[in-house]
């Protein structure tokens, strides 16, 4: 008979009778603390002694960024800046057209004075004519020169309730509508045989693609934009790739929901709410752009460009549904819960863009939206692929190139 031995390992697989004793016979927390706290020591030490002190050579360039401009009224030019640089800087001369001109700072303490890292507004009482660039230049206190071009200056309409309300009916026809029209296919969709839902779910998955490259684009191109000291492209990286963990550690919490039996998380209605909340996310990122240029007083909404926004949103709707069109219907609730996750946050996000404007927050809330988007898409493909289908078919790579095609096809209608 095999003798048969206590298993002795622990849960990392390294046997108990060889379990590393701590130097001194210290507890294993302060083993585990004790490279921190002499890390803290240690800079501590080197901040107070400053021991370059006598090896360092001139200044720190200095570097203001004007992030944007907001013309109140046709009497007034602010310029919203941010000091990217290490050192303080003092803005001390401002140039309108290469004119010297009166100016204020506003929000920086109640002094000329930029700390590092810190935004202030540049209010300039200047007369400018609509559609008449203006060429502004800032000179600091060591006579360092920022210029900035404000291109076909046109007066920001300003914050106001009735502001608030044009930013919901434009969200309402932009966002809400079209997204609840494409999902009146669904009892189309669930008449289709596995083979054709498969292709409308790698339709799905087009959508979704084009709306990740566009996204993408569009958050690299605004991170240019962002002050250097919050470095742009490595937040657009960030919010991409934690997006798409975040959502992965979420389907991946719902996988231990469907071992343990919870029959509702192995349902297709999981896989909509994530497709929902993907384009609700890329949505939001439109509802931000729409509401800055409210806010920038860039905005021309004909109707022109209303008609082809909900054509190019109307898609988002088939991509929503899909996912449920085997099995139990669900409920009215749960089809309106995914019309408002899709649509609805063109609304918040106008209303965010048009009160608090900034670069920094659309190119991030851009690129969760991409993040969020490329893990939906592998789940629909697993989804396929857990139903039988393949992936690769040419039924579903045609399908797919049409999703992007008609995806394509659609913004042309934006962008005119």
């Known amino acids: 008979m095999a003798d048969k031995t206590r298993d002795t390992t622990t849960d990392g697989g390294v046997p108990a009778e060889n379990e590393i004793t701590q130097p001194l016979g210290l507890p294993k927390w302060v083993s585990a603390l004790l490279p921190i706290v002499l890390l803290v020591l240690v800079l501590g030490v080197f901040a107070f002694t400053s ?111 009735s502001l608030l309300g044009t930013l919901a009916v434009i969200g309402l026809f932009v966002g809400v509508i079209p997204v609840a029209l494409g999902m009146l296919w669904f009892p189309y969709i669930k008449t289709m045989s596995d083979r054709w839902l498969h292709a409308v779910l790698l339709f799905a998955a087009g959508v979704l693609g084009f709306l990740a490259f566009d996204a993408g684009f569009e958050a690299f191109e605004l991170a240019e934009r962002v002050p250097g000291a919050y470095e742009g492209n490595l937040l657009v990286v960030f919010g991409i790739f934690g997006a798409l963990l975040l959502v992965q550690a979420i389907s991946a919490w719902r996988e231990g929901r469907v071992a343990a039996g919870d029959s509702r998380a192995s349902s297709g209605l999981w896989i909509a709410y994530l497709v929902a909340i993907g384009i609700g996310l890329h949505n939001l990122a439109e509802g931000l752009a729409i509401g800055s240029s409210f806010a920038l007083g860039r905005v021309s909404l004909g109707a022109f460009l209303v008609i082809g926004f909900m054509l190019h949103n109307v898609t988002e709707g088939p991509a929503v549904v899909a996912p449920v069109a085997r099995g139990e219907r669900p409920s009215l609730k749960h089809f309106a819960a995914l019309g408002v996750i899709a649509g609805a946050p063109v609304i918040l996000g106008g209303w965010i863009g048009s009160l608090a404007y900034s670069p920094t927050i659309g190119a991030f809330f851009l690129a969760i939206g991409v993040g969020a988007i490329l893990q939906v898409d592998w789940e629909i493909a697993r989804m396929v692929r857990d139903a039988g289908g393949r992936v690769a078919s040419a039924t579903n790579l045609l399908a797919f190139l049409l999703g992007l095609g008609v995806m394509y096809v659609t913004d042309l209608f934006v962008v005119l």
């Open 51 to 161: 021991p370059l002190a006598g090896v360092q050579s001139g200044e720190p360039l200095p570097d203001v960024t004007v992030t944007h401009t907001t013309l109140p009224s046709d009497e007034t030019v602010v310029l919203h800046v941010t000091n990217n640089g290490p050192e303080s800087v003092t803005i001390s001369q401002v140039l309108v057209d290469e004119a010297y001109w009166d100016f204020r700072v506003e929000g920086a303490g109640g002094d000329q004075t930029l700390a590092p890292m810190e935004s202030a507004e540049i209010v300039i009482p200047y007369h400018w004519n609509p559609g008449w660039d203006l060429e502004v230049a800032l000179v600091l206190s060591d006579g360092a020169t920022f210029h900035n071009t404000i291109v076909a200056p046109s007066q920001s309409p300003g914050f106001s309730l």
